[in-house]
């Protein structure tokens, strides 16, 4: 296998097999009720101060539109909340329940987790090219199409 084909391979691969790992190990019996995506959502949202919608979704390069389902569906589900700015009435913010901070900080683990299997066994000169490496791509993901 020549690098390309190897490089295909692994990134292949490795994009289609996280999203199904990840799936199966944060959707637990606890969480069973909510998909990856909507972890992605209460990643977004996170554990700090309510954030407005516009914020959130320009974070996870969705529209106000798409993000305001998949909200809907986590406040009716019990992981989120809305509540008007005290500062302009006009704002809607969200924040996560308790149920959404312990989904969050199951998902955070699990990324955790999958991080420290990556490096835990690199020197700082492996880490240094694998970042390196990682950025490079994730620029061309983001330049991709403009």
């Not at 919608?53 to 993000?67: F, K, N, P, Q, W």
């Not at 008007?84 to 913010?93: A, E, F, G, I």
């Amino acid at each position: 296998m020549d690098t390309y084909e190897m490089f295909h391979d692994i990134l292949v691969n490795l994009f289609n097999e996280i999203m199904d790992i990840e799936g199966k190990a944060i959707i637990t019996e606890e969480f069973k009720d909510i998909t990856n995506n909507d972890m992605h959502v209460i990643e977004a949202i996170g554990q700090e101060e309510a954030r407005n919608m516009s914020s959130v979704a320009r974070d996870l390069g969705v529209t106000v539109g798409t993000l305001t389902i998949a909200v809907n569906n986590l406040v009716k589900k019990g992981y989120v909340k809305r509540e008007r700015s005290q500062k302009d009435r006009r704002v809607v913010l969200i924040s996560l329940t308790g149920k959404g901070n312990r989904a969050f900080e199951h998902h955070k683990k699990f990324h955790q987790e999958m991080i420290h299997a990556t490096i835990d066994d690199l020197s700082q000169e492996e880490t240094k090219v694998l970042v390196g490496a990682l950025s490079h791509l994730r620029e061309f993901f983001r330049n991709y199409g403009k």
